[in-house]
């Protein structure tokens, strides 16, 4: 197998089904654009279901390239930290398994890395928002005007709290580890965030101007206890540490309007 243009890294907990339909939408997609080079890695964290069963099938059937299977649950944060180990490929896009992504997908990505890749840190892919109902709400697409952003600042302005949705990151992969990721990362639920800071930080990000992917709101149950501490104290704590480092000023950017 040559070098993936991206990776695909699957984070998942006992969600079986939903995995296994991501998994096959992924598939169709890479049959029809099969000279996207990409790699499929699923990261169990130790699922009591079905999952180790089905992704010996998958792996047996080419769905996924790499399993990796977790001996704890060492909880989500963890997973998505870790996102870059496994990876052949120097970008990475974080999805989670009860995400689905559209049908160009691949190829607006592929071919974004190809002109960009040398330039940006960080993809953003923007998405559509489907409720447990069914419901899809278009109008919580991030509105702008498409393409490369330098101006952190606006980037903040932009997506700014967006970037929790882990789905809608395409990281490249860091020399080292980064600022954010480190210090903020593990245990507060916004392992998204700081590796989409860690990126923003050091280079530029290019932004979908229509979605790349329907984010779809799950069981929430594992972590919405926790939301109003996430959104009221880890988040504006990390945005603060944000503007601190980059110059930006507080009142230049009230996180509050993007929550």
């Known amino acids: 197998m040559s070098k993936p243009i991206f990776s695909i890294f699957i984070p998942t907990y006992n969600r079986v089904s939903n995995l296994l339909e991501i998994l096959n939408k992924i598939h169709l997609l890479r049959l029809k654009n099969p000279k996207i080079s990409i790699e499929v890695i699923v990261a169990d964290h130790a699922s009591t279901d079905k999952t180790f069963l089905m992704m010996k099938i998958a792996a047996d059937n080419n769905f996924i390239d790499i399993y990796i299977r977790r001996s704890q649950n060492m909880g989500a944060d963890y997973n998505i930290l870790d996102c870059f180990n496994y990876s052949h ?109 860690d990126a923003i930080e050091n280079s530029n990000i290019y932004i979908f101007n ?7 709101e799950g069981d929430k149950s594992g ?9 009221n104290k880890h988040v504006p704590e990390a945005l603060s540490i944000f503007c601190q480092r980059n110059g930006i000023s507080i009142q230049e950017y009230n996180w509050l309007n993007h929550s």
């Open 210 to 216: 229509h979605p790349q992917v329907r984010y779809r």
């Open 89 to 197: 490929s120097d970008f990475v896009w974080i999805l989670c398994d009860d995400d689905l992504p559209y049908e160009d997908s691949l190829l607006e990505i592929s071919n974004c890395i190809r002109n960009y890749g040398n330039v940006i840190s960080l993809i953003y892919l923007n998405c559509s928002i489907e409720l447990m109902s069914g419901e899809v709400l278009n109008d919580k697409v991030v509105k702008y005007k498409g393409g490369i952003e330098s101006s952190k600042l606006d980037i903040l302005k932009n997506i700014g709290t967006e970037l929790l949705r882990a789905s809608t990151l395409v990281i490249k992969k860091p020399e080292n580890k980064g600022f954010y990721s480190t210090k903020l990362g593990l245990g507060k639920f916004i392992a998204p965030l700081t590796l989409a800071l």
């Open 223 to 231: 972590w919405i206890e926790h939301w109003p501490t996430i959104i």
